[in-house]
């Protein structure tokens, strides 16, 4: 059973720093893309960042580029999102995500970070 459990979301200040896990089972996690997604209160959910399954190439949206760093730990089975220099817009659900062999999508249940002083 595929499962993918966020953590590490909580209020925090502008300007501060957060660190998001994504802990995977069920699949063979080291063979995917992995993504974060973000969904504000009244608006679309948007990507925020993807890893390939190596952990060589990231892609980060532009809003989010130079102040969140992602990487993963394929031994672990986890994937992380660093953030920093964290601005009241980047509150959000933030969700893990990948598209599996057969086309499925599959979600975390998300962890909710807010940024307000």
């Known amino acids: 059973q595929v499962q993918l459990v966020e953590s590490g979301g909580g209020l925090v200040q502008p300007g501060g720093s957060l660190r998001l896990s994504c802990a995977a089972s069920?699949?063979?996690?080291?063979?995917?893309?992995m993504r974060w997604y973000r969904q504000a209160p009244g608006k679309e959910r948007e990507l925020v960042a993807g890893?390939?399954?190596?952990?060589?190439?990231?892609t980060y949206a532009d809003s989010v580029k130079g102040r969140f760093t992602l990487s993963r730990d394929n031994a672990k089975n986890t994937m992380y999102l660093q953030m920093n220099n964290l601005k009241p817009e980047d509150t959000a659900v933030y969700y893990c995500?990948?598209?599996?062999?057969?086309?499925?999508?599959?979600w975390g249940q998300g962890t909710q970070v807010t940024v307000s002083s």
């Open positions: 069920g699949f063979t996690f080291s063979s995917y893309t």
């Open positions: 890893i390939n399954a190596v952990g060589i190439s990231t």
């Open positions: 995500n990948f598209r599996g062999a057969s086309g499925l999508v599959y």
